[in-house]
T-cell receptor
C-alpha cells in the first residue's frame, strides 16, 4: 500500500519569506512517481511537478524548488520569496508501479499555505 | 472550453435523495478519474476510466455510488439515497493517455447533504 504524509496542516508566512512544505511517502515499489499539485481558492488543482524514483536530482523552477531524498522518503517543496498569490492548498501525491497500469494517485491531506502581505 | 468542466458547481440535497454529478473531460483525453475531497482530508480515489477498458471501481465507498462514462467522454457520478457523510467536494480529472502523467482537474462539485 502507498501512503503520503503531509505533517503540516497549515502554514502562515509573511510575504517574501521562504517556506518549505514537507512530504513523506511510503511505498514498497522501486518504481514510483511523486507529484505536487496546487489548489488555489478556485478549487481546481494545478499540476506543478512530477519526479520519478530514479531521478533524485533536485529541480528548480523560478521561485519553486523541490528536494527529493530517497534515503528519507521525502519530497519537499520550497517556495522562495513567497507571494500572496502562492496562498493555496498544496498536495503531494504518489503513484507507484511501472507503466500505465498503476494509475491511481495517492494524495496527502494537503498543506494550507497562507501568505500575508 | 479547454479545461475539465464539472456541473453543477454546488448541489444541496436532502438526505435520502439521489444526485447526479457531471464531468466533461478535455476533448481527446482517454483517462478520467473521480476523487472526493472531504473537509480536512486529502483526495480520496473513487473510480477510474481508461478508454474502453472496464473501469476500476475499487474506491467507491458503497454500492450507493456508481459512475458511467458514455462514448468515452462525459462521465456521470451518481449517489443514491444520499447521506450526510457524502457531503464533500467531488473532483473530476482527465489525462491525455496512459503514459501521460499530468492530471487536469475540474473545479469540482460541492455537495451538501442536509
Amino acid at each position: 500500500a502507498q501512503k503520503v504524509t503531509q505533517a503540516q496542516t497549515e502554514i502562515s508566512v509573511v510575504e517574501k519569506e521562504d517556506v518549505t512544505l514537507d512530504c513523506v511517502y511510503e511505498t514498497r515499489d522501486t518504481t514510483y512517481y511523486l507529484f505536487w499539485y496546487k489548489q488555489p481558492p478556485s478549487g481546481e488543482l494545478v499540476f506543478l511537478i512530477r519526479r520519478n524514483s530514479f531521478d533524485e536530482q533536485n529541480e528548480i523552477s523560478g521561485r519553486y524548488s523541490w528536494n527529493f531524498q530517497k534515503s528519507t522518503s521525502s519530497f519537499n517543496f520550497t517556495i522562495t520569496a513567497s507571494q500572496v498569490v502562492d496562498s493555496a492548498v498544496y498536495f503531494c501525491a504518489l503513484r507507484a508501479g511501472r507503466g500505465g497500469s498503476n494509475y491511481k494517485l495517492t494524495f496527502g491531506k494537503g498543506t494550507l499555505l497562507t501568505v500575508n502581505p | 472550453g479547454a479545461g475539465v468542466s464539472q456541473s453543477p458547481s454546488n448541489k444541496v440535497t436532502e438526505k435520502g435523495k439521489d444526485v447526479e454529478l457531471r464531468c466533461d473531460p478535455i476533448s481527446g483525453h482517454t483517462a478520467l478519474y473521480w476523487y472526493r475531497q472531504s473537509l480536512g482530508q486529502g483526495l480520496e480515489f473513487l473510480i477510474y476510466f481508461q478508454g474502453n477498458s472496464a473501469p476500476d471501481k475499487s474506491g467507491l465507498p458503497s454500492d450507493r455510488f456508481s459512475a458511467e462514462r458514455t462514448g468515452g467522454s462525459v462521465s456521470t457520478l451518481t449517489i443514491q439515497r444520499t447521506q450526510q457523510e457524502d457531503s464533500a467536494v467531488y473532483l473530476c480529472a482527465s489525462r491525455p493517455g496512459l503514459w501521460d502523467e499530468k492530471l487536469f482537474f475540474g473545479s469540482g462539485t460541492q455537495l451538501s447533504v442536509l
